[in-house]
Each structure stands twice: as C-alpha cells, then as structure tokens.
Nanobody, 125 residues
Framework: EVQLVESGGGLVQAGGSLRLSCQAS????????IGWFRQVPGKRREEVAC??????????YAADSVKGRFTISSDSDKKTAYLQMNSLKPEDTAVYFC????????????????WGKGTLVTVSS
C-alpha cells in the first residue's frame, strides 16, 4: 500500500520558518516526480513547487510568491521530500500536501498519482 505522510506543520509567527516533510512508503521513490501543493479552505488548490522526474528536468517553483523563500528537496535513501519555508507570511497559511507523479516532467494537480492527507500551516501576523 502506498502512503504519503506529511509532517512539520504548525503555528508560526510571520517571518518564521518551518520545514515540512513527506515520508513515502510502498513505492519506488526514484520513479516519481514530487510536488508540494497548498490549499486554503474555499479556494482552489495551488501548486507550490516540484521536483520533476529525471535529472534533466529542473526543480521549479510554480507559485511566484514563494520564490526565494521556499526550497523543495528530497532524500531518496529516506524516501522523503521536504519543503523548507522561510520568511513565512500570513498569506502562506494553508493545508500543505505532498504528491507524487510517476515519471513525469512536471507536477500537474489533476494528474498526480498519490497524495498525502496534508499538514496545516498557520502563520500569524
């Protein structure tokens, strides 16, 4: 059974940092692109960042608002993806999800193969 379990969310003051983790199991981690998404209740889910499958496809940050503040990374040995979030702002408040997509050059919300249940990040002003 494939499982993705996010952790690391919580309440933080504006300007603070959090590191989210996404532990995968039940699959060959290296066969997948990795994406982080976020969703505010009542709003559409937003792609944040992606590590596509394949070394020739560069990591990218889909949300302009996070560029320079968030960093996506992964550890294949640990089957874990990370999202380091610095200089957090109240508008970063959302439920953050990790998701995997099999051998894809991009992370597409509607095409991701597996999703975690999400972790809540709340940034106070």
């Amino acid at each position: 059974e494939v499982q993705l379990v996010e952790s690391g969310g919580g309440l933080v003051q504006a300007g603070g940092s959090l590191r989210l983790s996404c532990q995968a199991s039940g699959l060959t981690f290296d066969d997948y692109g990795i994406g982080w998404f976020r969703q505010v209740p009542g709003k559409r889910r937003e792609e944040v960042a992606c590590i596509p499958y394949g070394d020739e496809n560069p990591t990218y940050y889909a949300a302009d608002s996070v560029k320079g503040r968030f960093t996506i990374s992964s550890d294949s040995d640990k089957k874990t993806a990370y999202l380091q979030m610095n200089s957090l702002k109240p508008e970063d408040t959302a439920v953050y999800f990790c998701a995997l997509i099999w051998r894809a050059r991009a992370c597409v919300d509607t095409s991701m193969d597996y999703w975690g249940k999400g972790t809540l990040v709340t940034v106070s002003s």
